[in-house]
């Protein structure tokens, strides 16, 4: 392919609209993360500790074992592997509260990023990747697959998405928990609109049948922060309730109502081992993938330097 994007630091969510050709969205933003100036370890997903070597002139400083150099005063390098053939699950949400978005891109258009530019880093590592959109029910699934010709089949899904009015991710969740046979790694993308302690439950079962899990959770600027101003008619988008009232009275509830929730969806994933990641869709898809790589890396690696 010829086409290039623009040569610019992040890549801004409307401008990736703009540029629509998610193929070409996803191997430009995993080859701007392994190039530019924000450049992250590209570790990956189906990265294992392996074992230690002495550390020589020229190793990255990144991956020294300061647990290691605490107990014999001895600069050890940390070693990684990746499992052959490691499977990836892509999981995205498409229910109606997905298709909202404040600005030009809705949660369900930076998802679409978000999972083309995984599936590629992924391909990338020499894993498989695979993807389902789900709603109330699975509407598409791609199983996994190591070719690169998985990402236009992967492409053509994700163009023909439809938001649906119903969402029932913990479902989604036991259902696949059941389907998958080996040791695999799930991401799921959803605005994870659902009670809390179901969603919970759905990725504890998947923790308790051997599955490393992360968990983009997606939801929208105004979402997060809820900066509305005047009269306004709030219509449910996975029902047909709505209300009518000035957001500055109802803001404090509100804000309280959301950090209580995400507050809870954290720690349910701390206590089950779960890969969370809050995501602001206003935030440049490079600066996340970035940002996301870089924190993966820092918690394989243990305490960092001033930790020692």
């Not at 890969?275 to 940002?291: K, R």
Request: proline share 4%; with cysteine.
């Amino acid at each position: 392919m010829s086409q290039h994007l623009p040569n610019l630091q992040y890549l801004d969510p409307e401008l990736l609209q703009k540029l629509g050709d998610l193929e070409l969205i996803a191997r430009e933003v995993v080859e701007g993360l392994r190039a530019g100036s924000h450049r992250s370890p590209l570790k990956g997903f189906s990265t294992e500790f392996a074992h230690h070597r002495q550390y020589v002139p020229g190793d990255p400083i990144r991956d020294l074992d300061w647990r290691v150099f605490g107990r014999t005063e001895r600069y050890y390098t940390k070693l990684y592997e990746a499992e052959t053939n490691f499977d990836c699950y892509i999981l995205m949400d498409a229910s109606s509260s997905m298709s909202y978005g404040s600005g030009k891109v809705s949660k369900l258009e930076y998802s679409k990023y978000l999972a083309s530019a995984l599936s590629y880093l992924i391909l990338n590592q020499r894993d498989s990747v695979g993807l389902s959109v789900f709603d109330s029910e699975v509407r598409a699934h791609l199983p996994p697959r190591s070719t690169m010709s998985i990402i236009l089949q992967i492409e053509k899904i994700l163009r023909e998405i439809k938001p649906t009015p119903k969402t029932s991710v913990a479902k989604q969740l036991n259902d696949i928990a059941m389907q998958i046979k080996r040791r695999s790694f799930v991401i799921l993308i959803s605005d994870l609109l659902s009670d809390a302690d179901d969603v919970i439950s759905g990725l504890q079962r998947l923790r308790y049948s051997g599955h490393n899990v992360v968990v983009f959770h997606t939801l929208d600027e105004y979402e997060l922060n809820f900066p509305f101003k005047g009269t306004y008619q709030f219509n449910a988008l996975e029902s047909d309730d709505e209300l009518i009232t000035q957001p500055e009275k109802i803001r404090k509830e509100y804000m309280e109502n959301l950090n209580k929730y995400l507050e809870s969806l954290q720690d349910g994933c701390v206590r089950s081992g779960v890969d969370y990641t809050l995501v602001n869709t206003s935030t440049p898809l490079d600066l996340l993938l970035s940002e996301y790589l870089e924190n993966r890396s820092l918690n394989m690696m243990g305490p960092s330097v001033g930790a020692r």
